[in-house]
Every structure is written in structure tokens, then in C-alpha cells.
């Protein structure tokens, strides 16, 4: 991570300069101040990456800028100056919070070496707290279970693609397991040692979207306390998996647009291009010829993320998978809850069989965890996996209309509150309410007093 801005504090013009020549040669945005209370000011209204300053000054020492810099913006790096002799105070600055010291006479040698420390420190600040943001549940599977023989093409394409650098559009229902081929198309990549960075575009608020993707200056906006890196940064050299990227506002598409097409932007607030080298990697469950023509996604955005197009079938179209991805979630809730090894029973396997999955691998998962909880012995017993028959399942028209009824029940359940409906439905707001205005207006009426008797 490079060193975008620094702040310089010392009273001493020739000083002052010298300085600044140093680190502008590393290309870095320089600000100076010639006494700790213009410090103090800047340091309020800005934000730096490091903060060089002198100890001992007119109005503020260096201590009570180190301070302020902390209530700033705690992770500003701190140089103090010091005189020679004067090894105390050094020790003192260091006791409360600064990153280095430089004793007076120090030549350009020490400024280099210490600028050269402060990049690597910047770096582990900015890793560490992508790895805060990113805690989630969701697990990478190493080994991909692929016994139907579509599945098995899609992993022979998969590995092919992973070569190329070009975008890829990963379409497939909801629960099909797009992000585990999105991560396994990272992983047998050339950047496979470098950053997988995912962006959930439905989870996101709109108002924060565009921070998520280009990051922000501080005091861009009302709540920017500080600098924060976004996901296009932090992919450089790496991936950008881009999940659900039809449920991206329109109004951000453009900027979106060209920051891919040209591989460049700037952060909310600020005026310095940044140029990014990303591999993207997109998923929807959408029908994207539906969602173009109703302009809910810009046809030029799709054509540029879609350069290697990737079709994941639903699961029940791939039976070959269910009972090997069934014993799969099998052993892995066994090595998660505890307890003795568990089978699936005959009945079990033709119950699931028989199933048609409209949740897809995500509904298996779930399925095969509920029967290991309530088993109390080594069989799982067909009456543990809590799904409908294939006869039941038959006799609805299209499991487009099954999702409409189960969405209208939800609704009805929470006295049409969308956001709690949401969230037992496992989908964001902007997907339910996207849902429920591509239903026609007599469909959906009549559809909603049909479910509600």
C-alpha cells in the first residue's frame, strides 16, 4: 500500500523543505505546517497517511500532535523528531503511540529507510482490517463435488478459463453454488496467491455501495471519520468477485462501467486516479435478457462482464450430485456439531431423490444439518429431512409460482413487513422488492388473495 499524503511539522523552513523533497520523490502528496497548532488544525480537517513532526516547537510539541493524530485518525503513522541527546524523548513518543523516531542530524538514507518500514506497517494495518470486515460463515470447499457428468464439463471449462485474464458471468439459481466455481476459478489462476476481495452487491445499502467498491477520503461525507480502502483497491493483482451484480443501483452502473473498462478510479472525496489490475468475476440469478429490457442493468456493463459465460445448473437437474453432496454435508456437520458417524437410509436417499430443490445445494446443506441435529443414533431416517414429496412438488404449475405463494405467505405472516420478510426468505430488500415488481399487477393481486385463503 503505498503513501498517498503526509503531513510535515517543524518550525525550521530549511528543514521543512528538505523533507518534502525526500518523500515527493516517492510521489507522495505533501502538507506543511510550520508549528503544532496549524498542525493540529490540518490533522482535524485531513487526512495523512504519516505525520512527520518535530518535538519541540512554538504553541504544540510534537507529543500533543501525536495525540491529536490519534483521535484523527488512529491509523496515521506517526515520525517524531528529536534532537541528538535527547534518546528520552524518543523513548517517550514511542511509549505513546508513534511508529518512529529520526535524531537530529539524520541524513537521506534514514528518511528512505523509514519510509520504506512505514509501507510495509501500512500494509499490515490495511490487510488486518480487510480480514476484520470480511469474517462471514461461508466456507471454500477445497474439493468441488461434481458426479453428474454437466457438472463435470463445468469443471473441465472452469480450469480452462482459469488461465485467461478475461472478466467471467457466472449466471445459475440461487443455492447453485456460484461462488465455490468463482473461487475455484481464482484458485487455479495465476493470481491464485493474491487477494479473492467479494463484494455482496444485494446485501449492501445503496447509499454505502460506492464506498464498498472505490473506498472514500475522510470527510467525504457525513460519517467519513477516516480513509477507507474499497473493494477495487484492495483486489489489485487479484480478483474481484462481484456476487449479485444485477442487484447493483442503476445510478451507480456507469461509474462501475468505466472503472472496468479502463481500470482506474477515483475514491469518494478525492482527486488522485488510481489504477487497479483486477480479474472480475460475476454472478446473478437474474434472467439478464429480462433485466436489460426492464433497465435494471445497462446492457454495455453486462457485455463487458460477460466475456466468459459460465451456466450453472440447478440441482435438480444434476441428480448424479445429490446423495455425494449429501454424504459431503453429512460429514462436515458430524465434524462440526460432534457425535458418532451417520448414514443416509434407502428412504432417505429416494426422498431426496425425489425432491426438486428449489433452494438448490445452499437447501441441501440446510436439510442435511437439521436431520444431524435431531438424529439420535447413526441412521438418518427419511422422516428427519423435512422437504416435500416429488408428487406434491408436481403438482404446482412452475416453481416460478411456487416462489411467488411462498413469498406472498411470508409477507402475510409479517403483516407485509419487507424487511422482516427478507430476512426469513434469506434474500436482501432490494431482491424482494425487485421480486414483487416483476409480477404483473393483476397476477400479483390476485395471486396475493389466493394465498391469503
Same mark, same amino acid.
Not at 25 to 43: F, N, S
Not at 100 to 112: G, M, N, T
Not at 126 to 148: G, M, P, Q, W
Not at 190 to 205: G, M
Given at each position: ?21 525526500? %518523500? ?11 508549528? /503544532? ?24 510539541? /510534537? ?30 513518543? !514511542?511509549?505513546?503511540?508513534?511508529? &518512529?523516531? *529520526?535524531? $537530529?542530524? =539524520? ?7 523509514? *519510509?520504506? $518500514? ?22 471454500? @470447499? ?11 464439463? *463445468? ?30 476459478? @481464482? ?9 479473492? !476481495? ?14 464498498? =467498491? =472505490?473506498? &472514500? ?41 468505466? #472503472? ?14 488510481? $489504477? ?14 429480462? #433485466? ?24 435438480? @437437474?444434476?441428480?448424479?450430485? !445429490?446423495?455425494?453432496?449429501?454424504? =459431503? ?19 432417505? $436417499?429416494?426422498?431426496? %431423490? ?51 405463494? @411462498?413469498? *406472498? ?45
Amino acid at each position: 500500500m503505498p503513501i498517498e499524503k503526509a503531513l510535515i511539522v517543524d518550525d525550521e523552513k530549511i528543514l521543512r523543505n528538505f523533507l518534502k523533497e525526500a %518523500l515527493q520523490r516517492h510521489g507522495i502528496k505533501v502538507t506543511l505546517a510550520e508549528d /503544532g497548532r496549524q498542525a493540529i488544525d490540518l490533522i482535524k480537517s485531513n487526512s495523512f497517511d504519516i505525520i512527520i513532526t518535530d518535538m519541540k516547537m512554538p504553541y504544540h510539541n /510534537g507529543l500533543e500532535v501525536l495525540k491529536q493524530a490519534k483521535i484523527a485518525d488512529k491509523n496515521s503513522l506517526v515520525i517524531l523528531i528529536t534532537a541528538h541527546g535527547s534518546i528520552e524523548d524518543a523513548v517517550e513518543a !514511542i511509549q505513546s503511540g508513534a511508529f &518512529h523516531y *529520526l535524531i $537530529k542530524p =539524520f541524513s537521506l538514507d534514514e528518511i528512505e529507510a523509514v *519510509l520504506e $518500514k512505514t509501507k510495509e506497517h501500512l500494509n499490515l494495518i490495511h490487510e488486518n482490517n480487510f480480514l476484520k470486515e470480511e469474517i462471514t460463515t461461508y466456507t471454500s @470447499h477445497e474439493n468441488v463435488i461434481a458426479y453428474d457428468p454437466a457438472m463435470k464439463q *463445468l469443471l473441465k471449462k472452469a480450469n480452462q478459463i482459469a488461465k485467461s485474464n478475461a472478466s467471467v458471468f457466472i449466471s445459475g439459481e440461487s443455492g447453485t453454488g456460484k461462488e465455490v466455481i468463482a473461487s475455484l476459478i @481464482h484458485r487455479l489462476s495465476k493470481r491464485c496467491n493474491e487477494s479473492f !476481495i467479494t463484494v455482496n452487491c444485494a446485501a449492501i445499502p445503496d447509499t454505502l455501495i460506492e464506498s464498498e =467498491f =472505490f473506498g &472514500h477520503e475522510k470527510g467525504a461525507f457525513t460519517g467519513a471519520l477516516q480513509k477507507r480502502i474499497g473493494r477495487f483497491e484492495r483486489a489489485d493483482r487479484g480478483t474481484l468477485f462481484l456476487d449479485e451484480i444485477t442487484e447493483t443501483p442503476v445510478s451507480l452502473q456507469p461509474k462501475l462501467l468505466r #472503472a472496468i473498462q479502463e481500470m482506474e478510479f477515483e475514491r469518494l472525496g478525492g482527486n488522485s486516479t488510481i $489504477k487497479v489490475d483486477v480479474r472480475f468475476i460475476s454472478t446473478t440469478n437474474r434472467n439478464m435478457e429480462e #433485466a436489460i429490457k426492464s433497465k435494471l442493468f445497462r446492457e454495455d456493463l453486462y457485455y463487458r462482464l460477460n466475456v466468459l459465460p459460465i451456466h450453472i445448473p440447478p440441482l435438480r @437437474h444434476r441428480k448424479k450430485d !445429490i446423495i455425494p453432496l449429501a454424504e =459431503f454435508f453429512i460429514q462436515k456437520y458430524i465434524t462440526r456439531h460432534g457425535g458418532v458417524n451417520k448414514r443416509l437410509t434407502d428412504d432417505s $436417499k429416494q426422498k431426496l %431423490l425425489g425432491y426438486h430443490f428449489p433452494g438448490n445445494v445452499r437447501e441441501l446443506n440446510n436439510v442435511i444439518e437439521r436431520a444431524i441435529v435431531l438424529s439420535e443414533n447413526n441412521l438418518i431416517n427419511a422422516d428427519l429431512l423435512f422437504i416435500e414429496s416429488k408428487d406434491k412438488a408436481e403438482s404446482s404449475t412452475s416453481l416460478k409460482e411456487i416462489e411467488k405463494v @411462498h413469498i *406472498l405467505k411470508t409477507l402475510q405472516k409479517v403483516n407485509d413487513n419487507k424487511t422482516k420478510a427478507a430476512k426469513i426468505l434469506g434474500i436482501s430488500v432490494r431482491t424482494l422488492r425487485n421480486k414483487i415488481s416483476s409480477y404483473s399487477k393483476t397476477g400479483f393481486n390476485k395471486a396475493k388473495e389466493n394465498s391469503f385463503h
